[in-house]
């Protein structure tokens, strides 16, 4: 098993990519601690680990909160014993799209607030848990928005970059203490949320779901989406010691998506 005695916090472990995640590296022998704010789903995903035979435990936490973040990584090492893998996968999917124009601060800070700042503090408590052990591996899951421009969703997109340049540092700053970071980032993937989005989107555009879909697929050159589960074994593979010597890089899941011009689903 690859992560066989492994302690993994994976953010954002009730839905979508975050579930598929902590699910696989369950499966792998990880013990996981879940966390974000809907309790409901992460005791949901807790159980179903369970349920398999594996150990899991559900965290409340609001990652814009300091002392919930504190929390959240002391809980982790009271039960579990440590930290070894953090993934810090949650993120604030705002639906509105905005362009900077018209931006509100308080709409641009939500979005920062999540995926930049709360990435920073979930780093911040368990390196200060992985450092005197001289191990660990963080894997940040960022997105295509982190490599390209994403017009009308300026805050995402530059939370993006952002967090792919925390990355880079980070694994020039944690690296002599023997502990890896890396993020992924996927392009659109078979979540529930995304395929909302797009019948939303359809709706609006007048336009059938069907055949919205089917324009999207025309920008990636596998003409499909990524199942969850196919962004989760990526972050297993960067979490693992099969990535040992890999550090301060970004993989890119796009099912081919990066390599076609983008603009006209914009
Ligand atoms: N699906 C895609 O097409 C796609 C594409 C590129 C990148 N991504 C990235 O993949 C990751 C997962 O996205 P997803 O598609 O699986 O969407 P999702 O199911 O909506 O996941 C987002 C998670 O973030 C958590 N979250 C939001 N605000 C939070 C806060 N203040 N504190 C703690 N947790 C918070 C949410 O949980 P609570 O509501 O319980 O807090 C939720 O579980 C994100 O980083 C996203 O940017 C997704």
Not at 62 to 87: A, S
Not at 199 to 211: I, K, L, N, W
Request: with cysteine.
């Amino acid at each position: 098993m690859r992560l066989r005695d492994k302690v993994a916090i994976v953010t954002g472990g009730g839905s979508g990519i975050g579930k598929a995640i902590a699910e696989l590296f369950a499966a792998a022998g990880a013990k996981l601690v879940v966390a974000s704010r809907n309790l409901q789903a992460l005791e949901q995903t807790a159980r179903e680990i369970r349920s398999s035979g594996g150990a899991a435990l559900a965290v409340q936490a609001d990652l814009t909160v300091e002392e919930q973040v504190r929390h959240l990584v002391h809980r982790c090492v009271d039960d579990f014993g440590g930290v070894d893998i953090l993934v810090n996968n949650s993120a604030a999917m705002i639906p509105d799209e905005v362009e900077v124009a018209d931006m509100t601060l308080d709409h641009w800070n939500k979005v920062l607030g999540v995926n930049l700042t709360g990435t920073m503090l979930c780093c911040r408590e368990a390196l200060q848990v992985m450092m005197p052990k001289r191990t660990g591996s963080i894997v940040n899951v960022s997105s295509i928005a982190g490599v390209i421009g994403n017009p009308k969703r300026s805050p995402y997109s530059a939370s993006k970059w952002a967090v792919n340049g925390l990355t880079e540092t980070l694994a020039i700053e944690a690296g002599p203490h023997n502990i890896r970071v890396n993020s992924l980032s996927p392009a659109a993937t078979r979540t529930e949320r995304f395929e909302a989005a797009v019948r939303a989107r359809a709706e609006r555009f007048g336009t059938s779901f069907e055949d919205l879909m089917a324009k999207i697929l025309s920008h990636y050159s596998m003409r499909r989406l990524a199942e969850p589960m196919e962004v989760a074994r990526a972050a297993l593979f960067l979490a693992s010691d099969e990535s040992s010597a890999i550090t301060g890089q970004n993989l890119i899941v796009s099912c081919g998506f990066h390599m076609l011009n983008p603009t006209e689903i914009r």
